[in-house]
């Protein structure tokens, strides 16, 4: 079966900085999405992407984070200031036109000190 | 807003138990449901779904039915086997959003280990 695919699977960070977490969805995907799961806690929708621009997003992607999707294969999820909140399982998922199944990647560990 | 309830865990039984998770929810309009797994070192995979009352779903010898007058999703298994061990999400979709929307509201996830 297709997968998605994420780098770096674990990420440790400074508070303060700057992070960029890596996705490849399957090819023939058009819908993308981002949602966390801080340890303990409810996986969490973040954000979703749709012909180049976000079509819905959650309180908790604010300012400090962002979307893109560079060269067309990639689709990358930037946090600008990491705060130690920002400590999460970060998951990114696809789907195609019509089905309604998503495909989710094994996530990026992210740990802030 | 949205919510989904699921049985904490973790959830330890010997092979060939019969298993239960718990599903509640709370929605507005009519959502679609959905149990995801989760296997150690893998991303979540989509184990069945279910997208009006009364119907089930079914994959793998796991079942949940959809059940409007209880706000219920459980997901049950007549004979779990060691390769069932992993995290299981109860999650919905709600209709109320646009086409390209796909905003899941999940429980926090059932840790189930399954001892021979």
């Known amino acids: 079966e297709p997968e998605v695919t994420q780098t770096p699977s674990h990420q440790v960070t400074q508070m303060g900085q700057e992070v960029i977490l890596r996705c490849v969805p399957i090819?023939?995907?058009?819908?993308f999405y981002w949602y966390r799961q801080i340890l303990g806690q409810k996986v969490e929708f973040l954000v979703s992407?749709?012909?180049?621009?976000?079509?819905?997003k959650s309180e908790i992607f604010d300012d400090q984070f962002s979307v893109e999707r560079p060269d067309g294969s990639n689709f990358t999820l930037k946090i600008r200031s990491t705060k130690l909140e920002d400590s999460a399982m970060y998951f990114c998922?696809?789907?195609?036109?019509?089905?309604?199944?998503?495909?989710f990647g094994s996530g990026t560990q992210l740990s802030v000190l | 807003g949205d919510s989904v309830t699921q049985m904490e865990g973790p959830v330890t039984l010997s092979e060939e138990a019969f298993l239960t998770i718990n599903c509640t929810y709370t929605?507005?309009?009519?959502?679609?449901l959905f149990w995801y797994v989760q296997y150690p070192g893998e991303g979540l995979q989509l184990l069945l779904k279910?997208?009006?009352?009364?119907d089930k779903g079914s994959n793998k010898g796991f079942e949940a039915t959809y059940r409007k007058e209880t706000t219920s999703f459980h997901l049950e298994k007549g004979s779990v086997q060691v390769s069932d061990s992993a995290v299981y999400f109860c999650?919905?979709?709600?209709?109320?959003?646009?086409?390209?929307?796909?905003?899941?509201?999940f429980g926090k996830g059932t840790k189930l280990s399954v001892i021979p």
């Open positions: 998922a696809s789907r195609a036109p019509v089905w309604e199944k998503l495909f």
């Open positions: 090819s023939n995907h058009l819908y």
């Open positions: 992407f749709y012909n180049n621009e976000i079509s819905e």
């Open positions: 929605a507005t309009g009519y959502p679609s």
């Open positions: 279910a997208t009006k009352a009364d």
């Open positions: 999650a919905l979709r709600t209709w109320y959003s646009g086409a390209g929307s796909y905003q899941l509201t």
